[in-house]
């Protein structure tokens, strides 16, 4: 009897664990197709798999094909080689059957290294689908994305897709230190096991890969921008060689962050001057050796000179001697060199979003042909809101590629759902004029507008690790959104929310349509009842954790709050007009005239430019005061109705994330109540106007807000 029992509870325990949603799996569930005329026309048209090639990344596309739609179909798939001609699914690059290679080549030609080509041929009067390209990175790729046809319910009887990607480089810029501390990471620690690499290889490295390479991401830097110079050491080459040997399968090339002071901290030379020859012949013998350790080693990113990190100007050089001196020493082997546009001076009394463009303009064109220079999305630091960052299209003769945040430094972190995609859409969409009305941000980077060989985006990851990757369930659709965007930014972001949910949730549209929504407004949300109207950097000091526009004393003044919004008795916001910093001088005229007045300025941009009194009126007729008001009261009920909308939604979703989402909506909305008060009554006391009728008082004081303390935030 008490054998039975205990047999009773460890398989019920044992089914509980294999059918709960922990979130590991991301958008890779392949869970059964719930809808059955769909699941019986997908098993119709798929049952067997013939593949060409034996690389280890068609072997990955072949496991991914097989678990995945047998997952996915409910069925058993077979894999035969290319001696069959009976088979529903080809998949191969030069092996594949010359007479379908012949057939497709027009198609192949348009490809690319990485593009992709899925088609409905015909062949011994089946039909069948047959997924080429003209690399083998390509073939997965394309593998990938017919499964997401099928994961999001898409009719695969007739298929003609090309695709490729818009840009080369697509990279996940990790921030992780060698302890596996994560700077800004909300998601536990690094996924990088430092300490047991290369010996021991986490199953999660593999996850990691799949993942990131079902999005089309082929890069990824491994350390911190904030560089240590150890992981240059061959003992951490060894163990960065192990991880790019995994990736390699995957079509993710290894880069890592150069500490400029490497020649003197591990070199033990006097100098890290760039011009100097020893130091030149140091990072020469030191490129040479990562390239023994790994022969396709991408290149490095480096952040210098910004925020006390050592740079080419502690030895009066530029960014573009300090950036050709590293593009030399990779170039013979092919690799390449990021330089961050991120830097600013508190040695320099100039408002801190005009410093980047006062640095790397002058340079322009001085940098080699493997150079490019990574630029934030803003001039400021990843807000809720930026204006595009004003290098974009300012360099004509440098190659620029985009460095977004996935990781939410100023959103929220992790406790908040905000869904990125519509930022990273506004940046690329936004019009600088440089060479006249269309060239966006989106074309400038791409190419299309502006002459460049390399192209990229970049974003700072989200990734930990937490069970679900990401800290908060809905985090991995930033990550989701990052990849689909680089390898084709037109894509909208509805599309992406879209596809994530049905991947990783449902596509029930019960819970599919007002997911979407929730998920497209998130960010104007988060946005209105934290930094409305164009403010900015109004978080704690230190952690960025939560609001503290009261901060008047740091390090250096660009590190206070009072700097950023200037809140007066007369009003409040950043003048950058001609009048002020004229920061805005740094844009194209068209885009100067677009913000330079403050009655016609998009009004999310209003204090970003303006310093605006309290009684303007704004175009809802109320004044800035009370316009403030609204924006934090309302917001913060946003989230409130927004908590109701989830309850709506537990029908439809495994207990497991309902639950972990709803708890989750519960400290959003504390948090959001905490911006909404400390924001209000601070502002206040310069205003000295009342929080209009019909809106509840805050029940704490000023006081109290401020003397709330994080000291252990992530
Ligand atoms: C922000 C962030 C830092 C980071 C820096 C960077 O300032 O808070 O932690 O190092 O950006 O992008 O280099």
New binding site residues.
């Given amino acids: 009897m008490k054998k039975a029992k205990l047999f009773f509870i460890l398989t019920l325990l044992i089914s509980v664990s294999v059918s709960a949603e922990t979130g590991y799996d991301l958008w890779l569930r392949y869970n059964l197709v719930p809808n059955k005329r769909k699941l019986e026309e997908y098993r119709k048209v798929l049952s067997s798999i013939i593949v060409n090639g034996s690389s280890s990344t068609i072997v990955a596309a072949q496991a991914e094909l097989l678990n995945g739609l047998s997952g996915l179909l409910g069925k058993k798939i077979t894999i035969s080689g290319s001696n069959t001609t009976v088979g529903d699914l080809i998949i191969g690059t030069n092996g594949i059957q010359p007479e379908i290679k012949s057939l497709l080549k027009a198609d192949l030609a348009q490809l690319g290294s990485e593009g992709f080509l899925i088609k409905t041929i015909v062949r011994s009067g089946k039909n069948c689908i047959v997924i080429t390209a003209n690399e083998d990175a390509g073939v997965l790729y394309g593998s990938f994305h017919l499964l997401r046809l099928i994961q999001t319910g898409q009719p695969i009887n007739n298929l003609n897709i090309v695709s490729a990607p818009k840009l080369k480089l697509r990279l996940l810029n990790h ?1 992780d230190n060698l302890n596996r501390t994560v ?2 990471g909300y998601a536990g620690f690094s996924i990088w096991n430092w300490h047991k690499l290369p010996t021991y290889m986490d199953k999660r490295y593999v996850d990691y890969a799949r993942a990131t390479a079902s999005i089309g991401i082929n890069g990824t830097v491994l350390t ?3 560089a240590n110079a150890t992981v240059l050491t061959n003992p951490y080459l060894e163990k960065v060689a192990a991880l790019a040997n995994l990736f390699r399968t995957y079509g993710i090339k290894v880069y890592l962050t150069a500490r400029f002071s490497a020649p003197v901290e591990l070199g033990g030379l006097k100098t890290a001057d760039p011009l100097d020859p020893e130091v030149q012949r140091w990072w020469k013998e030191k490129v040479d050796e990562i390239y023994k350790h790994v022969p396709d080693f991408g290149g490095f990113l480096v ?1 210098a000179n ?2 006390g ?1 050592p740079g080419p100007q502690n030895y009066k050089r530029t960014h573009a001697d300090g950036a050709n001196m590293l593009a030399d020493a990779v170039a013979p082997h092919g690799g390449i060199v990021m330089w ?1 546009a ?1 830097v600013y001076s508190d040695e320099v009394p100039e408002d801190r979003h005009k410093q980047a463009y006062n640095e790397f303009v002058p340079l322009d064109g001085k940098f080699r042909k493997n150079v490019l220079v990574q630029v ?1 999305n803003g001039a400021i ?2 807000m809720p809101r930026e204006p595009f960052h004003p290098l974009f299209g300012a360099m004509p003769q440098t190659q620029t590629m985009m ?1 977004f ?1 996935v990781t939410q ?1 100023y959103l929220g972190q992790a406790t908040t759902l905000v869904f990125l995609a519509p930022l990273f859409k506004e940046v690329l969409d936004s019009d600088t004029w440089r060479n006249g009305k269309g060239s966006t941000v989106g074309k400038i980077i791409n190419g299309a507008s502006q002459q460049q060989q390399l192209t990229g985006m970049a974003g ?1 990851a989200n990734i930990g690790n937490d069970f679900n990757w990401c800290g908060h369930p809905f985090a991995q659709a930033n990550w989701y959104a990052l990849g689909r965007l680089s390898w084709d930014a037109s894509i909208s972001s509805e599309q992406i929310a879209d596809e994530w949910i049905r991947m990783t949730f449902s596509e029930e549209p019960k819970f599919l349509e007002p997911v979407k929504k929730i998920m497209l407004e998130s960010r104007e949300m988060y946005t209105q009842y934290t930094m409305p109207m164009g403010l900015h950097h109004l978080i704690t000091y230190g952690s ?1 954790y939560g609001p503290a526009p009261w901060v008047d004393k740091g390090q250096r003044p660009d590190w206070t709050n009072v700097y950023y919004h200037k809140a007066d008795s007369i009003g409040l916001g950043f003048n950058r007009t001609s009048t002020g910093s004229n920061a805005l001088g740094q844009y194209a005229t068209e885009v100067q005239q677009q913000w330079g007045d403050p009655n016609t300025c998009d009004e999310k941009y209003l204090l970003w430019f303006h310093h605006v009194p309290w009684t303007f009126k704004l175009k809802s007729g109320r004044t800035l005061w009370d316009e403030l008001c609204y924006d934090y009261y309302t917001g913060a009920n946003r989230v409130k109705s927004l908590q109701e909308k989830w309850n709506l939604l537990k029908p439809f979703v495994d207990k497991e994330r309902f639950e972990e989402v709803k708890m989750l909506l519960q400290i959003q909305y504390d948090e959001a109540i905490w911006w909404r008060n400390s924001c209000v009554l601070y502002f206040q006391t310069f205003s000295k106007m009342p929080i209009p009728a019909g809106y509840e008082k805050p029940d704490k004081t000023l006081e109290y807000y401020k003397s709330l303390k994080f000291p252990y935030a992530p």
């Fill in positions: 921030w700077e800004r911190n921008v904030n952040k910004s925020e990190q961050r991120f934030k630091d990843f460095e945040q430094e700072v960025h």
